[in-house]
């Protein structure tokens, strides 16, 4: 089996960039993590690849007078590196037209919400603002638009009386540490594809066929 060169872009603390390390470690996962980049200096992502082996590098936007330069840097220094596929795990930048383009089909992100609701940033105080009973995250392609493009995988976490921003994103972050492994898993198999605006392939593995909350009581009606 040749397992896909992935690259990681991160910012902050690499949680979800640990989740794919870990999975990478099974000899029949069909990726391995080569190189870890931050656009923060320092970010703690960095030294979670550091230990782990894996080639960590940050290349500071702050350094660029322009979105497009940053990405042009950013674009060659993972092509020379020969990265099949790129994820977005906690990268807080919005990527240009032309970079986007460069990995179209190749680039994946992960959004702490059921897409396509609730697109973009303070998910989870929206989440509850609207009395939402379930929400989770989801894995797609990145597209030009933020948090657009095509589905790969999604949990559905259920949301608790009482709960916090602070508290339903833990739970979902803890959804997203099985679930970005398991979508990377699938796109570096093979086993999904993109066709038009839809993934397709075996993306539909449950582990219990239907989620409720509130949580049932008796029968079902």
Not at 31 to 51: F, K, T
Not at 78 to 95: M, P, S, T, V
Not at 114 to 119: R, S, Y
């Amino acid at each position: 089996m040749t397992r896909k060169r992935v690259g990681v872009l991160i910012s902050g603390r690499g949680s979800n960039l640990q989740a794919l390390v870990d999975a990478a470690q099974a000899p029949d996962y069909p990726a391995e993590i080569l190189l870890v980049i931050s656009n923060v200096p320092g970010a703690q992502g960095l030294a979670r690849a550091d230990e782990a082996g894996i080639a960590a590098l940050a290349i500071n936007h702050k350094d660029f007078a322009s979105r497009e330069d940053f990405d042009t840097v950013l674009n060659e220094t993972l092509k020379q590196a020969e990265i099949d596929i790129l994820c977005n795990a906690g990268f807080l930048r919005l990527h240009t037209p032309g970079f986007v383009r460069a990995w179209y089909n190749r680039h994946l992100n992960i959004h702490p919400s059921l897409l396509p609701a609730f697109k973009g940033l303070h998910t989870h105080e929206r989440v509850l603002a609207e009395g939402v009973k379930i929400s989770g995250c989801s894995v797609h392609f990145v597209r030009e638009e933020m948090d657009t493009g095509p589905i790969v995988a999604q949990a559905a976490v259920p949301v608790l009386e009482g709960d916090t921003p602070d508290r339903l994103a833990a739970r979902v972050l803890e959804a997203e540490h099985h679930l970005y492994p398991h979508a990377l898993g699938l796109v570096a198999s093979g086993a999904v594809r993109v066709e038009g605006k839809r993934v397709i392939g075996t993306t539909q593995q449950y582990r219990q066929s239907m989620l409720f909350s509130p949580a049932l009581s008796g029968a079902l009606y």
